[in-house]
Nanobody
Framework: QVQLVESGGGLVQAGGSLTLSCAAS????????MGWFRHAPGKEREFVAA???????YYADSAKGRFTITRDNAKSTAYLLMNSLNPEDTAVYYC???????????????????WGQGTQVTVSS
């Protein structure tokens, strides 16, 4: 089991930026695929981005060009840099951990076994 702790959420104006962090413990970090999902009011939780231990990233269409996922294996931490935020990005953001390799797509939340508690991101217009 992997323990995950997110941080970095908050209130930001439209057009601004935020960086979320997710600190992991409990398993060899470089062997874990780290993902970010978000859950907005009235919507289902959705995939945002994921990154393999090698650094290969995956992005949802809504994140491409605005968000960047990175990881520091030495610090067992994953990051999500979010630029050009808009009110539609308002949600609780969760990081999640999945084993590598997996037969399942890293775009699907069922692929992930462990989840953080979430951090609120609010974008004001």
């Amino acid at each position: 089991q992997v323990q995950l702790v997110e941080s970095g959420g908050g209130l930001v104006q439209a057009g601004g930026s935020l960086t979320l962090s997710c600190a992991a413990s409990g398993r060899t970090f470089s062997l874990i695929v780290m993902g970010w999902f978000r859950h907005a009011p009235g919507k289902e939780r959705e995939f945002v981005a994921a990154i393999r231990g090698s650094g290969t990233p995956y992005y949802a269409d809504s994140a491409k060009g605005r968000f960047t996922i990175t990881r520091d294996n030495a610090k067992s931490t994953a990051y999500l840099l979010m630029n050009s935020l808009n009110p539609e990005d308002t949600a609780v953001y969760y990081c999640a951990a999945a084993p590598y390799p997996s037969r399942r797509s890293y775009f699907l939340e069922d692929t992930y076994n462990d989840w953080g508690q979430g951090t609120q991101v609010t974008v004001s217009s």
